[in-house]
């Protein structure tokens, strides 16, 4: 497989969160707006670089029986020095970000991709499968949030789109979880039928 | 038996490295970041005494706790710097407020008249829901509504007060607003204030 591949495949066609359905507690967590989706899809890409480089660096020193838990204490120990790292020098993105970042150790994406690739590839495809990754979850972050921020609080990314007078009375349920759920079974339903459409036309 | 000590001394290895490299790096951090939350705390009193009057103003610094966790309970005795302009003329006060909000302690700084009137308020902490109580940072969406208030105007519609809560929000919105008020009380029965309502 290329390194055009490794990277394009994590955005469409083995897209985390559309595809493999990993990551959906931040999924449907953080996606209450448009900012928050893309500073965990940031946080998270920036991790998921690190621990698959470090993964597939260690890949033949680790043993295969304690692996996992290898894996994990890699996972935590770099999320938790990006945490303090972030707060000692950039404290503003500290505060925009901080919430999300201990939240990324239970990212599945990112201890999945360790597991399902980084162990089992040289060290450079391993670093664009995280880029590629880390972009397709991003978008898909921001696509639920595009909806849930539009509808919930009637603006995006910031910007006030539908008026005052629909903020004073959004559609309240979008934001909260219950609508989240919801929009995420139209958003997945959405991407399966796109999917049996191209498969129909393949045959 | 040899394989077992083999892999347990590889996993011990990467966590002993993983805990040299966090005590390491927490150590150079640490002091920085002490620095920074001072700093950011010395920031909001200047920004909130400012609105009491311009000009030099002096005070002492206001001891805020460190939270062990977001949803910690803070002690009732309430810390309280008063806050005078260059001629020695006492301005009003300066107190933080801890509010039991949906998902953590939301700490509101307050500045107060010595009429007992509320001229400036920042929050200093919350870990409120993203997207909903965490709007209680943006001072245009609720906060805004406290400054020209007294304590006994310090009330939700909701609870037969005045006051708009943050839409979805109400926990928050009654945290903030229930816990300011007790603080406004507080001052009032420690003498710092008039009683409340009196200031009209």
């Not at chain 2, 640490?30 to 000009?55: C, R, T, Y």
């Not at chain 2, 509504?145 to 007294?150: I, R, S, Y």
């Amino acid at each position: 497989m290329s390194i055009a591949q490794d990277f394009s495949k994590g955005i469409m066609r083995e897209n985390p969160v559309f595809k493999q359905a990993l990551g959906m507690c931040p999924f449907l967590a953080v996606t209450t707006s448009v900012e928050n989706a893309l500073g965990m899809g940031a946080a998270a890409t920036f991790v998921l670089v690190f621990s698959n480089f470090l993964v597939s660096l260690f890949r033949k020193v680790i043993p295969a029986k304690v692996r996992i838990p290898s894996y994990i204490v890699i996972i935590a120990t770099f999320v938790t020095l990006v945490d303090l790292l972030m707060n000692a020098y950039l404290p503003a993105l500290h505060q925009s970000l901080g919430i999300f970042i201990p939240l990324i150790v239970v990212n599945c994406i990112i201890l999945g991709r360790a597991e399902g690739f980084a162990n089992k590839n040289k060290v450079l495809p391993s670093i664009v499968d995280g880029v590629g990754m880390g972009f397709g979850f991003t978008l898909a972050m921001v696509i639920m949030a595009t909806f849930r921020e539009i509808l919930g609080n009637g603006s995006w990314l910031g910007f006030n789109l539908l008026g005052e007078s629909y903020q004073n009375q959004p559609m309240l349920i979008a934001i909260l979880a219950p609508g989240a759920f919801i929009l995420m079974a139209f958003i997945l339903g959405f991407f399966n039928i796109m999917e049996k459409r191209k498969r129909g036309g393949a045959k | 038996m040899g394989e077992i000590l083999r892999v347990g001394f590889m996993l011990m290895l990467v966590a002993v490295i993983a805990a040299v490299a966090l005590g390491y790096v927490n150590s150079i951090t640490s002091p920085i970041i002490a620095e920074q939350k001072e700093q950011a705390k010395l920031d909001a009193m200047i920004d909130v005494a400012g609105s009491l009057a311009s000009g030099e103003l002096t005070f002492d610094s206001l001891s805020v706790p460190e939270l062990e966790n977001p949803y910690a309970e803070v002690d009732e005795t309430l810390a309280v710097v008063s806050v005078t302009d260059s001629t020695g003329t006492e301005l009003g006060y300066l107190f933080v407020a801890y509010g039991k909000g949906y998902s953590s302690t939301v700490q509101t700084m307050i500045a107060v008249n010595t009429a007992g009137t509320v001229t400036g308020n920042t929050v200093l902490y919350q870990q409120e829901t993203p997207g909903l109580g965490a709007n209680v940072s943006n001072p245009a969406r609720f906060l805004y509504q406290f400054d020209g208030l007294n304590a006994s105007s310090l009330l939700l519609s909701k609870d037969g007060g005045g006051l708009d809560s943050i839409t979805g929000s109400t926990i928050t919105s009654r945290a903030v607003t229930n816990s300011v008020r007790d603080g406004l009380d507080a001052l009032c029965e420690a003498g710092l204030i008039p009683v409340s309502g009196g200031a009209q």
